[in-house]
């Protein structure tokens, strides 16, 4: 598709092009319509020439040439990362609780970006530039040329037009094919000149393959010494660093979680002409992770094609509803039903056109979640049950276990990544001959929450402590004024003060090993390392002969529900996280009572 005429319309044709083709969807899915089918091209994009003439180039720039590694990366944390809802809740509060005191410790990571152009802390997302809400995007890695080794977010992205080189592992090898070839490739090396854009090469930049290169971001301690990211610190003492495995390996190799090698394809491929090696190293830009999202599927996933529409007309889209959906639309023209639409989405052909972005972007997200699932079962193993007591008899109280084994090589299980809030724990159940559930551990309140101390419903008294419950979560314990200990949700010890904020502490960190008034309990499974759960049910209910069933799963959350009110999440953004919340190695056995 050679579009030879003036720069705005040709760069509109590449987006229709590369929309068009979009490969890298849930299971290699194509478009069922194209979006080239529209009358209103403009509307794709309409703001095309800003793009193109940024000093921070946007990813749809990019995916001219590296479309698989678009549509990788579209649907990964990274491109989540300024996006998310539960960050802009968790950074405000913290911003809130501390007096401000934080300024842009948060955004940095998350919207580095924006934080470079100067963009506000506290700016809405939606008044944000659009290539600071595609958060950690291409120019974010691809970019930085200087090994900073530090932690916090401290690293600096090279500013330059899309046909500035890029830094990665290799060296400018295919540039000069291309460059000498302008025609066959229909590229541009000039900001005046026809064709697509194509930057001038990669500048080898070593660090970007190593694992020291992810320390920034994941290494990351609040003022105090409170470490909220700590997988550099558990990845450089593991056997996975001793044996030279990097964070690439298992998180951008060809199988989630494990450093089994890479899959194969070509670097780049412009206007449908395959660049350089067909079978070089392929880094899988997906980051595998046991992270998800919450945001509007309109949102998120990031898809050219949403940018039709800004991020407050999506919110107003009801995609739970079957709004744009055939059926859904023919009903309602029959019908002649007054539906009260917001005036962005009065159109069928506009809904219909959501919709079909919407579906493109659940098939995505059901992509994540198989590769979640994947990444965390790869990394942990579930043996049991044991009867250490003997056989199981009736009457008589019954003891087991399960053993819970971290095979991950690099990082502990979970990999206690921010703070208190990923959750990591058994839900044990044991039903008796006549199916009736006699025993449970793990179990969920009302809310989603486990039954412990946080939960609203044990403090109400609607449901009993769980006292034999197993979790790996950590928690953040915090010395106040009014009390002692306590488990609270930030590292901020806010009754310390009248106008409370975080502050260096004032005895080195390393005399007292963790800074004073506040502290990090960390149940979290190092490398290789194993746990055993061990349950009892008293005997009065074993009462029963005949076969009884022991179920067994490992359950995943980002983030505590608990949490979520006390930052002041919505509750379409609660039953978001419930909804991903997956179970990991689920299986039963059955055992004979006698």
């Not at 940024?54 to 990813?59: D, L, Q, T």
């Not at 995609?319 to 639309?329: F, R, S, V």
């Not at 193993?381 to 053993?403: N, V």
Request: glycine letters at 8%; one cysteine or more; hydrophobic letters at 35%.
């Amino acid at each position: 598709m050679g579009c030879r005429v003036t720069q705005s319309v040709r760069w509109i044709c590449f987006v229709l092009f590369f929309l068009v083709s979009a490969p890298g969807l849930a299971q290699g899915d194509s478009p069922e319509t194209t979006i080239a089918e529209r009358s209103d091209l403009e509307s794709v994009d309409p703001h095309s020439a800003v793009f193109r003439e940024s000093e921070f180039p946007s990813a749809v720039q990019c995916a001219a040439c590296h479309r698989r590694v678009f549509w990788e990366w579209a649907s990964s944390n990274h491109a989540y990362a300024s996006i998310s809802p539960m960050f802009h809740k968790f950074e405000q509060a913290l911003s809130e609780l501390s007096s401000g005191t934080i300024g842009t410790f948060c955004v940095r990571c998350h919207q580095q970006v924006g934080t470079q152009k100067g963009e506000p802390r506290e700016l809405p997302l939606w008044e944000r530039s659009r290539v600071a809400r595609e958060g950690v995007t291409c120019v974010t890695c691809h970019r930085v040329a200087t090994a900073f080794g530090k932690v916090n977010g401290e690293r600096h992205i090279r500013a330059g037009t899309i046909f500035e080189p890029m830094y990665n592992t290799g060296g400018p090898s295919n540039y000069e094919t291309v460059a000498s070839n302008p025609d066959y490739y229909d590229t541009a090396s000039a900001l005046l000149e026809s064709g697509t854009p194509a930057h001038k090469g990669a500048i080898e930049f070593e660090q970007i393959g190593r694992a020291e290169f992810c320390v920034s971001c994941h290494q990351v301690a609040v003022h105090p010494g409170i470490k909220l990211e700590v997988v550099w610190e558990q990845y450089r003492a593991s056997p996975a660093a001793e044996l030279g495995i990097t964070c690439q390996d298992c998180h951008m190799g060809a199988v989630p979680g494990r450093a089994e090698g890479y899959s194969k394809a070509p670097k780049a491929i412009v206007n449908a002409r395959i660049v350089g090696d067909p079978n070089a190293k392929h880094s899988n830009h997906s980051f595998y992770g046991p992270g998800y999202p919450i945001a509007h599927p309109g949102i998120f996933p990031f898809n050219p094609r949403a940018l039709t529409w800004s991020i407050e007309e999506w919110l107003q889209f009801d995609w739970h509803t079957a709004w744009g959906t055939p059926k859904w639309e023919d009903d309602l023209q029959k019908k002649r039903a007054d539906v009260k639409f917001p005036e962005i989405w009065t159109k069928r052909k506009d809904r219909e056109t959501a919709r079909y972005v919407i579906d493109q972007n659940l098939k995505l997200l059901e992509k994540k979640r198989r590769e979640r699932i994947a990444v965390m079962e790869n990394g942990s193993r579930i043996d049991g049950p044991f009867f250490d007591k003997g056989k199981p008899e009736r009457d008589k109280d019954l003891t087991f276990r399960f053993r819970l084994t971290n095979t991950d090589e690099g990082h502990n299980l979970p990999s206690g990544s921010l703070g208190a809030q990923p959750e990591l724990w058994l839900n044990v159940l044991l039903t008796d001959p006549d199916g009736m559930r006699i025993f449970e551990s793990g179990y969920i309140d009302s809310n989603g929450d486990m039954a412990d101390l946080h939960s609203l419903d044990v403090a109400a008294g609607k449901i009993k402590h769980d006292d034999q419950l197993f979790n790996l979560q950590t928690k953040f314990l915090t010395t106040n004024v009014k009390g002692t200990d306590r488990e609270t949700y930030l590292p901020v010890n806010f009754d310390i003060d009248q106008i409370p904020f975080i502050r260096p502490s004032g005895v080195p960190t390393s005399v007292l090993n963790h800074p004073p008034f506040i502290r990090m309990e960390g149940r979290s499974l190092p490398p290789l390392a194993h746990r055993d759960a061990v349950y009892k049910v008293d005997g009065s209910k074993m009462y029963k002969s005949g076969k009884y069933k022991l179920q067994v799963r490992l359950r995943s959350r980002a983030e505590p529900i608990y949490f979520m009110k006390f930052v002041g999440a919505t509750s379409e953004m609660e039953r978001a996280m419930n909804e991903w919340m997956v179970d990991l190695h689920p299986y039963a056995v059955e055992f004979e009572v006698k």
